[in-house]
Every structure is written in structure tokens, then in C-alpha cells.
């Protein structure tokens, strides 16, 4: 008997395997080995638990289980790995609709992760190289993704340029919104910069003005650089003010290049508050360093102000069109002006008006000092002074005293015999003197001028040269001129000349006035001699 069913199941076998099987039914599918139909049960495969599927021994690349916990399901072997086939009700699996497909799962979908939180979870634990874990590839021609909101409406994108320059961008990312929408970048749930649909940028705020705009909160706007709080560099705003800032005793520069090839051409110092213009070493609160013109202050009445504290002192100013005046302020009642030469005054304008030129102790306006006041000529050498001291006020050339006047207003100059040599007595002059003109006349280019008396350079040339000369003016015209002093010694000369004469007519009267009374006395006697 066993020998016969072994015989039977051995033609079974044989059987099947030349034709289909139909449990059920009497035409199977032509297509299908085994088809079983039933209006009233269905198909049971094998059930077991995860650690009885884990014990299978010798697994089949197809083989399918259900399996009963630890995430129950529908698994099959794909050679490898046990893979859960899809679960649920049959209104939340992906269908297609025309030539798209969609899902109609209410809930939110898992990628790599069981609970998710959003509609789309991905979640990719393995680490790949450069330390990266891939999520999500967009590939194409210009690949967009689009945010839209229920309806539809859209809002932005994000747009990666593939195919050459395309509505002003290259190849590249690209962040968009729709036209009219701004974009943000939020932090904390509230916008931290914004590109307004008028492409205008705010940072902080989400009503920019400008191309770049920043909130209307005070503090640091930019850090250029920022490696803790004594190593700060940027920009900073606090009420009415603009702030260029930098830590600690850091310096400001200004100039033109670059970071590698910089030409500085201002600096300052924020730690001194010392500016420094075409040096990087500042000596004062404002140090130029320039071989040319280095201040220029244009303006009809521009003008420098001095202060001390609250308190004007005194200004620098053009007054006027070609005018300029250096002078103390108005409310200044007591100061007085200085012009210092080493550190010591050499003119003193006090504030009463009075002038004193030098440093000694002398009432204003007086003038006490060694003072050059005439001009100094260096290819001659030659240096007038004008030198005062207690007594009287000398004249000075190249320090050798010419002539003084002393307290009581005497005139003196040098006339020693010492001083001079090769005396040789002048000419006799009384009949030149004669011969000079004596004239009224008024002087040219002199408004309203009074009418004056006095020589003429050419005439007292002709007879008497040695006290006329020739002085240039400083447009370069030259005209004659007389030394009146020597007018006074002619004037002596001729009086010695005529007294010489008198003296000479003198001597002849008395000789006549004797010879004539000796003729009175010779009548007077012969008269005497002929009386009866």
C-alpha cells in the first residue's frame, strides 16, 4: 500500500508540472501555474514570530511570511534582507492618475523613519563621505522645486540653474519667490532678513529703503571681523550717531589698493582719538604730513574758531575777499595776541590795543626790544635795526649804531673823527648856492594834496651831486633824491663863506671910515688955519 501512494503522488507531481493547477476552478489562467478562486475565503500563508522567521534555516530568494510581531506584516526575502511589504487600508496607497501618480494618506509618510512628524519624514542614519548623509536629489534640465500653499498659489522656489545663462543668472542655486512675494530667512519664528519684491534687502526688518537696510535697533550693525570681544571690527549705530569701531586700541585706516597692496592715507587711532593724513604715526590730535599744500580752507568768509571749554578765544579768519585777520573774540575782554619766536613772544598785541615787540616788561604801546623792522636784503648783507634802551632809540646797520634820538627828542648821528679819514676841505660853494631853485609845487598821485616848497633833485645834481642819489622803488622805477641833512652844512659852508666876505668889506669899511676921518680931521684943521 505505501509503495502505491508513493507511485500516485509520483504521477501527481508529473502531472502538474505539464500542466496548470486550479483550486476551485476548472480553467485556470493560462498564465498561472496555480490559481486558486474562491467568493468565500481566501489565502493563508504561513504565520509566525520575528525570532521563528530569523530561524529559518536555508532561505529562498522569494520567500514570503507573515509575521506576527515586532512590527507585523506581509515580509519577504529578497535575497538578503527581510523587506515589509506595503500596509493599510486601500485609500492610502499610491495610485496613479493618468500619467502621474499620487497618495491619498492622510497621515504623515516615513522615509527611513516609523514616526515621522511631517507629511514627508526622511530620515538616512548612515554616514557617507565628505561626512555626508543623502536625503534628497533633484536631477534635470533647471530642476525647480515649488512652494505653494493649499489652493495652489504660488510663492517660491528653489531653482538650480543647469543650462547656461537664463534670466540674468548663470549656472547655480538659485532662492526665488514669485513676483510680488518678499523671501525670508527666519529665526526663532520671525524674519531675520528679508529680499522685499522690490529686491531691496533688510536685515532685521521687513520694510527695507535702501538696497540694504537694517531694524531700527542701535548696536553693532556689521562685524568685518569677530574673534571675541577684544578682537571686534565693524559698523555700529546708536542714536544720531554713525559708529566706525574697532577693539581695543586698534587703529581706523583709509586709503586705496587692496588688503595685499594698501596705500594708507588716513588713519585714526581709536585708543588716542589722534588722526593722522599722510603719516602712520600721529604727534598731535591731527598730524598732515605734506611737502605741498597741506590744509586748504576755501569760502568768502570762512574762518577757524578757538575754544577753551565753552569759552571763544580767538579766530583765524578771511575776512572779506582778499582780507585776512588773526585776532582774539569779542567776549575775550583780557587776552592778549602773540607772535612767538623759540617759544618767547617777539610781538605782543594786548588787549587794549597797544603793540610791544620783544619780551621786556615796558608800558604799551611802547616798542622795547632788538627788532629788525626794515628790510632785509641777504645778497647785500645789509640789516637795518631800530634798538631802543632806557635813554634814547638807535638806528643800526649790520649792528654798527648810525644815529639815535634821545628822551627829549634830539636828533645825534656819528661824527667823530675817529670814524673818518682823508679830510680834504669841500669846494667853495656860495656861488652855486646861488644857482639852486627854490619852488612851490604839489606832489603827483597824492589826493587832495597841500601845496608844498622845497629843491628839485636835478638842479642840487648839477652843482652839489654829493648829496643827491639814486633810490629804486620796489616796482622797479628809480628817481633822485636829496639828503636835506647836508642842505644844513651847505647852509654853514655858505654862511663861512659869506662871513669871510663880510669880514673882508668889514675890514675895508673900517680902513675907509679911518682914511675918511683923517680927511674930516685935515679939513677941520686947514678950516682952523684960514679963520681971521
Not at 577757524?304 to 585776512?324: E, H, Q, R, V
Not at 590795543?353 to 611802547?366: H, K, R, S, W
Not at 643800526?396 to 673823527?417: C, E, H, T, V
Request: aromatic fraction near 12%; proline fraction near 5%; hydrophobic fraction near 35%.
Amino acid at each position: 500500500m505505501r509503495y502505491f501512494f508513493v507511485l500516485v503522488l509520483t504521477f501527481l507531481v508529473s502531472f502538474c508540472e505539464a500542466q496548470n493547477i486550479g483550486i476551485g476552478t476548472n480553467t485556470p489562467n493560462p498564465a498561472s501555474k496555480l490559481e486558486i478562486s474562491s467568493t468565500n475565503s481566501g489565502l493563508l500563508i504561513p504565520r509566525m514570530t520575528l525570532a521563528q522567521r530569523n530561524a529559518m534555516p536555508s532561505l529562498a530568494t522569494g520567500l514570503m511570511i507573515y509575521q506576527t510581531d515586532n512590527t507585523p506584516g506581509f515580509y519577504f526575502y529578497n535575497g538578503s534582507s527581510w523587506i515589509q511589504l506595503a500596509t493599510g487600508s486601500s485609500t492610502n496607497y499610491w495610485s496613479p492618475n493618468g500619467t502621474n501618480v499620487y497618495s491619498n494618506n492622510t497621515g504623515y509618510i516615513g522615509m527611513g523613519n516609523n514616526l515621522p512628524d511631517y507629511k514627508l519624514s526622511i530620515l538616512n542614519t548612515v554616514v557617507e563621505s565628505n561626512n555626508n548623509s543623502s536625503l534628497l536629489k533633484l536631477s534635470g534640465r533647471n530642476p525647480v522645486m515649488a512652494i505653494t500653499d493649499e489652493n495652489f498659489n504660488g510663492f517660491g522656489y528653489l531653482k538650480a540653474w543647469t543650462n547656461g545663462a537664463n534670466g540674468g543668472f548663470a549656472n547655480g542655486m538659485v532662492v526665488g519667490a514669485f513676483p510680488g512675494y518678499p523671501i525670508y530667512l527666519s529665526t526663532n519664528y520671525g524674519p531675520a532678513m528679508t529680499v522685499a519684491g522690490n529686491n531691496l534687502v533688510g536685515i532685521g526688518t521687513t520694510t527695507p529703503a535702501s538696497p540694504l537696510s537694517f531694524g531700527n535697533i542701535t548696536g553693532t550693525k556689521i562685524s568685518l571681523w569677530n574673534a571675541g570681544p577684544n578682537n571686534d571690527f565693524g559698523i555700529g549705530l546708536n542714536p544720531g550717531e554713525m559708529q566706525f569701531y574697532t577693539a581695543g586700541q586698534d587703529h581706523i585706516s583709509f586709503g586705496y589698493g587692496n588688503t595685499n597692496a594698501f596705500n594708507e592715507s588716513m588713519r585714526y587711532y581709536t585708543g588716542s582719538g589722534q588722526l593722522s593724513i599722510g603719516t602712520t604715526v600721529a604727534a598731535g590730535r591731527l598730524h598732515i604730513a605734506n611737502d605741498f599744500e597741506a590744509i586748504r580752507i576755501t569760502g568768502n568768509q570762512s574762518f577757524i574758531t578757538f575754544y577753551n571749554g565753552a569759552n571763544y578765544k580767538g579766530y583765524l579768519w578771511n575776512k572779506g575777499t582778499n582780507d585776512m585777520e588773526l585776532g582774539t573774540a569779542g567776549v575775550n575782554s583780557t587776552g592778549n595776541l602773540y607772535l612767538s619766536i623759540k617759544g618767547t613772544p617777539a610781538i605782543t598785541i594786548g588787549s587794549d590795543g597797544g603793540v610791544t615787540i620783544g619780551n621786556y616788561d615796558a608800558p604799551l604801546p611802547a616798542i622795547w626790544g632788538g627788532v629788525n623792522l626794515i628790510e632785509k636784503y641777504p645778497y647785500l648783507n645789509d640789516v637795518w635795526q631800530i634798538e631802543p634802551d632806557a635813554s634814547s632809540l638807535g638806528f643800526f646797520k649790520n649792528g654798527s649804531l648810525k644815529a639815535w634820538i634821545l628822551n627829549d627828542g634830539s636828533y645825534y648821528q656819528y661824527s667823530d673823527a675817529g670814524l673818518k679819514e682823508d679830510f680834504i676841505p669841500y669846494k667853495p660853494i656860495l656861488e652855486n648856492l646861488r644857482k639852486l631853485n627854490v619852488f612851490t609845487y604839489h606832489y603827483k598821485n597824492i589826493v587832495n594834496p597841500a601845496k608844498s616848497f622845497g629843491l628839485v633833485a636835478q638842479n642840487v645834481a648839477a652843482y652839489f651831486p654829493e648829496i643827491v642819489s639814486e633810490m629804486g622803488s620796489k616796482n622797479g622805477e628809480k628817481f633822485l633824491a636829496i639828503d636835506y641833512s647836508k642842505t644844513g652844512v651847505l647852509a654853514i659852508k655858505a654862511i663861512q663863506e659869506q662871513q669871510v666876505i663880510l669880514e673882508q668889506q668889514q675890514k675895508q669899511i673900517n680902513a675907509l671910515k679911518e682914511q675918511n676921518e683923517k680927511i674930516v680931521a685935515a679939513i677941520d684943521k686947514l678950516m682952523q688955519n684960514k679963520q681971521p
